[in-house]
């Protein structure tokens, strides 16, 4: 086996990488997403991880890449990043006191042989009232701005999620149970069997 790659810029990524003791390179995976926005919320995100995954394979003569993609449904809507602060807070005020699903596509990928595994996890998440000026404050932290859904489980935004029923990791972006199960059919295992 080559190089292990993570085809992302995500720093929460890539701490969950670090978390598991992989040892990787980074390199992002560019892909037009409008390609996929007609599609149904878990086969948009398991096919942009895909995507993200081929995309940085291609450029390996011998690598195994993972490529993910996370996405937040409200009412069978995606809620994307936020363009700017005033859209951020328009997602959020949709958001609170309500029960959303975030959705985390997987893709691992052989450079070598062309084998790919893609598979997604799936998240529940309860938010806390919120009040306008919580948002607003919360919103000129910065934290929501390049996240799915506009805030962020593992920073200062995890004060507004009451529960979630699911995997925290899948919140975060990369469902390392799945991604571990994975790794194993390339050979690639976390703890020596």
Not at 18 to 28: A, N, R, V
Not at 143 to 160: H, L, N, R, S, T
Not at 175 to 187: S, T, W, Y
Request: charged share 25%; proline share 4%.
């Amino acid at each position: 086996m080559g190089k292990l790659v993570l085809a992302s810029s995500s720093p929460r990524r890539q701490e969950l990488m670090k978390m598991m003791g992989l040892d990787f390179l980074i390199m992002p995976g560019s892909v037009d997403e409008g390609k996929y926005s007609s599609l149904e919320p878990v086969d948009m995100a398991r096919e942009l991880a895909r995507a993200k995954a081929e995309a940085v394979a291609g450029q390996f003569e011998e690598a195994v890449v993972i490529g993910s993609d996370t996405i937040v449904v409200l009412d069978g809507a995606v809620m994307g990043k936020p363009a700017d602060k005033s859209e951020a807070v328009e997602i959020l005020k949709k958001m609170q006191n309500r029960q959303h699903t975030v959705i985390t596509g997987l893709a691992v990928c052989d450079s070598r042989t062309g084998k790919t595994c893609i598979d997604y996890d799936k998240t529940e998440v309860y938010m806390m009232p919120m009040s306008d000026n919580d948002i607003i404050s919360y919103v000129n932290t910065g934290e929501p701005m390049d996240k799915a859904g506009a805030y962020g489980i593992q920073g200062i935004g995890g004060v507004f999620i009451k529960k979630i029923v699911g995997s925290y990791y899948t919140v975060v972006g990369l469902p390392i149970h799945k991604l571990a199960v994975m790794l194993r059919e390339f050979g690639i295992f976390i703890f020596d069997s």
